[in-house]
């Protein structure tokens, strides 16, 4: 089911049935994203005329491209090579006419890769708060939000910087909701929040914020591009791959098993522990008195978790709530899980996620490994990679966020 997941947002398949008339004047490919240089890859081996481009992806997601310069950079703290893609990128669409089309190519991934700071800021001062906002427990559209608003290249300001050449944004989105301004934090996508709401966002979570970007929040001149900016009107915008769409590949998985699949949720947010004693609940309620649901079945979920760092362990949304999970259900015989990252990075591991069965408290206990203490130091992918249950896809060259199953045996 993971497996499938995976396969049902591969760029390869999604991006060919949903690319642009030819234009007039000059085609231009951009993007930024975990999925990007596969989609890239995609429009060169479907489009006709002549192109050309850039796209920046997270190392190792490189794809081979002729035509569309491919360029590596850090994720999830940003480094130099992703700025300095980025202030290429603009510099390219720059000085376009009205008869020519720019592709931008977005998924998940791209705030970070796209790292451009607004004047009178650094790339220190980025990587620092996006430090601290992964370690804060920070909703990933708050995260967003400020990303958006200490950025030149984010929050509609790269579809404006293409004016007067039509815009046309292809997405894969790795966020609860679909909302395309969270998707890579919206680099063609006017924003509808302001900087009092990215202030807001730092106050919250206590982030250590250097007083020059406070003052430029509250006197507003990092305010980003809004919905009636002309320059943007006319950009098109399309969801091609969901969560909801790699959930119902999952299900369709099982259905051909026989076995009945229930998609709980797409967009499935709040802690990792939190949500792993939730959905524990809900499966031993179907394990032992068949309600909600008659087992044999399996629960799905996607969206995103979040993991507010108290521990000094490796961490890893997925598998903190695996872990979480795993407590809760306390070696119940009839209830498997996996969890995992469909970009196959979990946290900052190169580790998609791991399996939970219910011989796997029992083993840790046998090994000398205590996973409450592994789960109070957010130590996820040790306790699991001990017991050889990690999964390790490699680059999917996607990103539909979360992915998270639950089987439960008939009795």
């Excluded at 596969?38 to 920046?56: C, H, I, R, T």
Aim: net charge neutral; aromatic share 4%; hydrophobic share 45%.
């Amino acid at each position: 089911m993971f497996r499938a997941a995976i396969a049902a947002a591969q760029p390869e398949l999604c991006v060919p049935q949903n690319l642009p008339a030819a234009p007039m004047g000059r085609m231009i490919v951009i993007g930024a994203g975990k999925a990007s240089a596969a989609m890239a890859k995609a429009v060169e081996d479907n489009w006709p005329g002549d192109l050309s481009g850039l796209v920046v992806t997270r190392y190792g997601y490189e794809a081979p491209c002729r035509r569309i310069e491919i360029v590596g950079a850090a994720h999830p703290v940003p480094d130099e090579a992703g700025m300095r893609a980025a202030q290429r990128m603009l510099e390219i669409v720059r000085n376009l006419a009205a008869k020519d089309l720019v592709l931008c190519l977005i998924s998940g991934g791209g705030s970070a890769l796209l790292p451009l700071p607004l004047e009178g800021l650094s790339l220190e001062d980025k990587q620092s708060i996006s430090r601290n906002l992964l370690k804060s427990g920070a909703a990933i559209s708050e995260m967003n939000c400020v990303r958006r608003h200490l950025s030149a290249i984010k929050g509609g300001r790269l579809a404006a910087a293409c004016y007067p050449a039509k815009v046309v944004t292809l997405l894969i989105s790795d966020v609860p909701g679909d909302n395309p301004m969270d998707i890579a934090s919206g680099p063609t996508v006017a924003d509808g929040t302001t900087c009092a709401d990215a202030l807001a966002v730092l106050k919250k979570y206590k982030i250590d914020t250097p007083r020059r970007i406070i003052d430029m929040l509250k006197n507003g001149s990092a305010e980003s591009i809004k919905p009636d900016d002309p320059r943007i009107k006319d950009v098109i915008t399309h969801l091609i791959a969901t969560p909801q769409m790699a959930l119902e590949r999952a299900a369709a998985v099982a259905a051909a098993q026989g076995i009945r699949a229930h998609i709980l949720s797409d967009r499935m947010e709040g802690e990792a522990q939190e949500v792993g004693k939730v959905l524990a609940a809900l499966a031993l309620q179907t394990a032992r008195h068949a309600q909600p649901f008659i087992p044999p079945c399996v629960l799905l979920s996607g969206g995103e978790t979040t993991v507010t760092v108290r521990g000094k362990g490796r961490g890893g949304r997925n598998v903190e709530y695996l872990l979480s999970l795993g407590l809760a259900l306390n070696g119940h015989p009839g209830i498997h899980a996996v969890a995992g990252d469909t970009d196959g990075v979990d946290g900052t591991e190169d580790i998609a996620g791991a399996y939970l069965g219910p011989d796997s408290l029992q083993r840790a206990w046998q090994m000398g490994i205590n996973p409450v203490e592994s789960l109070a130091d957010n130590d996820g992918h040790s306790f699991f990679q001990a017991l050889g249950d990690s999964i390790i896809t490699g680059p999917t060259l996607t990103n539909v966020n979360d992915f998270r199953v639950i089987f439960v045996a008939d009795k």
